[in-house]
C-alpha cells in the first residue's frame, strides 16, 4: 500500500528537493552568469546576480585567442576512445568475475580498487618516462590508454554490480542451447545489461572529460583537451574571472547537455537491481 | 636511364626539398598574464620575419606551468622548445646543465642593456641562461584621497613605522575601508614572498652562512609581530586567505588604502575600465626600517630554452625576438608605451616616450633597489631576494607559509608559529644534507 502524504508534505519535500538542486547547481550557474559579465563586474561587491551590463565579448576573446574546436576534439576523443576501450576489457573481465568467479574474486577485485588509491603524482616520474621513451607524449593515444587505465577498476566494478544481478540461469540455459561463449557475453547478457552498460559508459565518458591531473601533465600542443584549455585562463596575477568563467562554461557545456538528454539512462542505471 | 626512372628520381628529390622546406614548429610553454597574451597576439611578426618556423603556444597557469616544465626538464621530455621560467628556476636549473647558455646572443641584442639586477638574477657562473621578458618589483600602491583625507603625505620612500601610522589612520571598518592589504594565503611565491623580502628590510634572514634556519631569532619575531598586528589593526578580514587577486579586487573596489604588491599591479589599479579608483593612485617605494634594505622582492619571468630541444638555433631566434628592444618597439606601437612589458631593458627608461607612464619611474627605482645577490643586513649563503634559490625552498617556505597563515587567522601565536618554522626548515635542511 502506497504511504499516504498529505499535500503539505508533498510541498516541502519538493521545496526541499529543488533547494538542495539549486545549491548544487550553483557554482555551474555562477559561472555562466559571470562569463556574461566585464572584468569589473565580475569582481563587483556586492555581486550582481542578473542586473548587469550582459555582454558576451568575453566569449569572443576566449575564441580569438584559443583553438577551442581542437581542444574539443582531443577531449571527445580521449573520453569516447578510452571508455570504449575500457568496456571491451571490462565486460569480458566483469563476467567471469560474475558468472565463474574463482576462490580470490573478490581479492582480484579489491586489489583493482587500490590502484585508485594511489595518489597519480606518485607515478608521475615513471610514466612520464616511459611515454617519452615510447613517444607517447602529447598523443591522443598516450591518453586514451592512461585514461584507460585510470578507470578500468571502476567501470569493472560497475559492471560487475550489474551482472550480479543477472540470474545465472539465463545464461546456462543459452548454453544448452548451444550458444558459444562470445554469442553469450554478446547475445544474451550485454542485451540484458545494457542500462547497466550505458549508466557505466555515461559515467566514464564524464570522468575522463573531467581528468585534469594526467590530460594537463603529459599533453603540450597537440593533444592538450579542454582541461588544459580551462588552465590557460586561469592567473594567479591577474583578475581574468570573467573570461575564465567563459572557457570554464565553453568547456563543461558539451557533457553538461550530453548529462542532460542521458539523465534518464544515467538514474536507471545508477538504480539498476536497487529493487528486486 | 628510362622515363619512369626519371620521373621516379624527380619525385623523390621534390619530397626531398619538399621535407627541407617543411616549417621547423616550436612549442613554446608560457603563462597567463597581460604581458605573454599580448606576445601570443604579435607572434605574427616573429613569423614574417623568420619564414620556415611556425610557433605553437601552450598557456598555462603559472602554478600549472611550473610543474609541466619542471617533470619536462627534469626527464629531459623534450616537448617544448622555450620555457617561460622565473629567477627562481634559472640558477637552480643553469648549474643543473638544464638550460641552454645564452651567451651567443648576437652584438646587435645589446645584452648590457638589460637592467644589471635583473641579468644578475639571471647569471650563473658567468654565463645568462635566460633572457628577461618583463621584470617587475614590489611597491606601495596607496589612494591619494585617503592620504590627504587622513592628513599624511606619503614619501617615495616610507618607512614601515610611517606605514604603520598611515595604515591605521586611513582605517574606516564600518565604512569598508581598510587601511593596508597585504598577502595572507600561504604559499611560498604567496604570503611568503611578501614576508620573505619584508623580513629582509627588518634585518631577518632564512639561514646564516652555515645553512642553519634563523626564524628564531629577534629580527623574524619583529618581523611577523609587526605584520599580523598592523593586520589585526588596518588589514581587511579573511586576510589569510588574501592572495594578489583578491587584494587586487579589493583595491580596484577602493576598499584599500594602501597595498604592497607586484608593480605590474600597477597598470591594473590605474586603468578606468577595470579600477574605481584609477585616477586616486600613488605609488612610493617598498619600505625600510633604516637598516639598509627595503622590503621589495625582485621578480622576472624569462625566456629560457631547455638543454633537450632538437631546434636549438630556431628557439634561439625566438627569444632574441622577444626580448629585444626591438619588440618593445613593436608593442609600443600596437598597444601604447603603458602595455610595453616592463622591467627589462635600461634603454626603455631612457625613452622619453616611455618615462610619461605614471608608474614608470617607481617600476625602475623599485627593481634597481633590490640585489638578488646580496638580499639581507647579514651575509647569506644564497641567491634570492624573495626566496632561497635551492630546490628545497618550494616545500619548505610552502609549510613555513601555513604557519605563518595560521597566525594571522589567530590559530596559532606568533611564538609558536616561529618556533614550528624553526623545527620545519631544521629537519628539512638536515635532512638535504646542508646541515651536517
Not at chain 2, 628545497?392 to 604557519?403: H, L, M, R
Request: aromatic share 12%.
Amino acid at each position: 500500500m502506497a504511504r499516504a502524504s498529505s499535500p503539505q508534505r508533498r510541498a516541502v519535500v519538493t521545496l526541499a528537493a529543488w533547494t538542495a538542486g539549486f545549491v548544487i547547481f550553483f557554482p555551474i550557474l555562477w559561472t555562466v552568469l559571470t562569463s556574461f559579465k566585464t572584468e569589473a563586474e565580475a569582481i563587483a561587491s556586492p555581486p550582481s546576480f542578473l542586473f548587469f551590463n550582459w555582454t558576451v565579448e568575453n566569449y569572443g576573446e576566449v575564441m580569438e585567442r584559443s583553438n577551442y574546436f581542437r581542444h574539443f576534439w582531443n577531449s571527445v576523443v580521449i573520453s569516447v576512445g578510452s571508455t570504449l576501450l575500457g568496456l571491451a576489457i571490462a565486460i569480458p573481465a566483469a563476467w567471469s568475475m560474475a558468472f565463474a568467479p574463482a576462490k580470490h574474486t573478490k581479492d582480484v577485485l579489491m586489489w583493482m580498487l587500490s590502484t585508485k588509491m594511489l595518489p597519480p603524482v606518485g607515478v608521475l616520474i615513471p610514466i612520464y618516462l616511459i611515454f617519452r621513451d615510447t613517444g607517447l607524449l602529447d598523443t591522443r593515444i598516450g591518453l586514451v590508454i592512461v585514461m584507460t587505465l585510470i578507470n578500468l577498476p571502476i567501470i569493472v566494478w560497475m559492471l560487475y554490480t550489474y551482472f550480479k544481478e543477472i540470474p545465472g540461469e539465463i545464461l546456462e540455459a543459452s548454453r544448452m542451447d548451444g550458444a558459444s561463449l562470445r554469442a553469450e557475453i554478446l547475445y544474451v547478457l550485454t542485451p540484458m545489461a545494457v542500462p547497466g552498460i550505458a549508466s557505466t559508459l555515461l559515467l566514464n565518458v564524464i570522468l575522463a572529460w573531467n581528468e585534469a591531473f594526467w590530460t594537463l601533465n603529459l599533453t603540450a600542443a597537440k593533444a592538450a583537451p579542454l582541461t588544459a584549455f580551462i588552465a590557460s585562463y586561469s592567473s594567479p596575477e591577474g583578475l581574468f574571472y570573467a573570461k575564465l568563467s567563459a572557457a570554464s562554461t565553453m568547456a563543461i557545456a558539451p557533457i553538461l547537455i550530453l548529462g542532460w538528454f542521458s539523465q534518464k539512462q544515467l538514474v536507471r542505471g545508477l538504480t539498476f537491481g536497487a529493487v528486486k | 636511364m628510362t622515363a619512369t626512372m626519371r620521373a621516379l628520381l624527380g619525385a623523390t628529390a621534390l619530397s626531398f626539398a619538399g621535407f627541407a622546406l617543411q616549417a621547423e614548429t616550436l612549442t613554446i610553454a608560457t603563462v597567463n598574464n597581460g604581458d605573454m597574451i599580448r606576445m601570443q597576439k604579435l607572434t605574427g611578426d616573429f613569423t614574417a620575419k623568420n619564414p620556415g618556423i611556425e610557433v605553437e603556444w601552450v598557456t598555462l597557469e603559472e602554478n600549472v606551468l611550473r610543474q609541466r616544465v619542471t617533470t619536462d626538464i627534469a626527464t629531459k621530455g623534450g616537448q617544448y622548445d622555450v620555457m617561460t621560467i622565473g629567477t627562481y628556476e634559472v640558477p637552480i636549473w643553469g648549474k643543473q646543465g638544464w638550460l641552454v647558455s645564452l651567451n651567443d646572443l648576437p652584438a646587435s641584442y645589446d645584452v648590457d642593456d638589460l637592467l644589471p639586477a635583473i641579468r644578475g638574477g639571471l647569471t650563473v657562473d658567468g654565463a645568462l641562461y635566460a633572457a628577461p621578458f618583463y621584470g617587475e618589483s614590489s611597491m606601495v600602491m596607496y589612494r591619494t584621497d585617503l592620504m590627504e583625507k587622513a592628513g599624511l603625505s606619503m614619501p617615495d620612500a616610507p618607512t614601515w613605522e610611517f606605514i604603520a601610522d598611515a595604515a591605521r589612520k586611513m582605517t574606516d571598518k564600518s565604512g569598508e575601508v581598510y587601511g593596508i592589504c597585504l598577502r595572507g594565503k600561504a604559499g611560498w611565491g604567496e604570503n611568503m614572498a611578501f614576508l620573505t623580502a619584508t623580513a629582509n628590510s627588518f634585518g631577518a634572514r632564512w639561514f646564516d652562512m652555515d645553512w642553519k634556519p634563523q626564524f628564531d631569532s629577534d629580527a623574524w619575531k619583529s618581523t611577523l609581530s609587526f605584520y599580523i598586528d598592523l593586520m589585526n589593526d588596518a588589514g581587511p578580514p579573511g586576510a589569510a586567505n588574501n592572495g594578489f587577486n583578491e587584494n587586487l579586487a579589493l583595491f580596484q573596489t577602493g576598499k584599500c588604502g594602501m597595498w604592497i604588491d607586484a608593480t605590474v599591479a600597477a597598470s591594473f589599479v590605474t586603468n578606468p575600465k577595470d579600477s574605481t579608483v584609477a585616477d586616486k593612485v600613488g605609488f612610493a617605494l617598498a619600505p625600510d626600517n633604516g637598516l639598509g634594505k627595503r622590503g621589495n622582492w625582485l621578480w622576472a619571468w624569462s625566456l629560457a630554452i631547455p638543454a633537450g630541444t632538437q631546434k636549438a638555433d630556431a628557439a634561439m631566434k625566438f627569444v632574441e625576438w622577444a626580448t629585444s628592444k626591438e619588440y618593445l618597439a613593436l608593442v609600443a606601437a600596437n598597444e601604447g608605451w603603458a602595455n610595453v612589458p616592463p622591467g627589462t631593458r635600461t634603454s626603455l627608461y631612457e625613452n622619453p616616450e616611455y618615462a610619461k607612464v605614471p608608474f614608470a619611474k617607481m617600476t625602475l627605482d623599485s627593481i634597481n633597489s633590490a640585489d638578488p645577490t646580496n638580499p639581507t643586513v647579514d651575509p647569506v649563503p644564497y641567491v634570492g631576494v624573495q626566496f632561497v634559490a635551492i630546490p628545497e625552498f618550494q616545500g619548505i617556505a610552502t609549510a613555513i607559509g601555513q604557519q605563518f597563515s595560521a597566525a594571522l587567522a589567530g590559530q596559532t601565536s606568533v611564538d609558536d608559529a616561529l618556533a614550528n618554522a624553526q623545527a620545519l626548515a631544521t629537519r628539512e635542511m638536515t635532512k638535504a644534507g646542508y646541515i651536517k
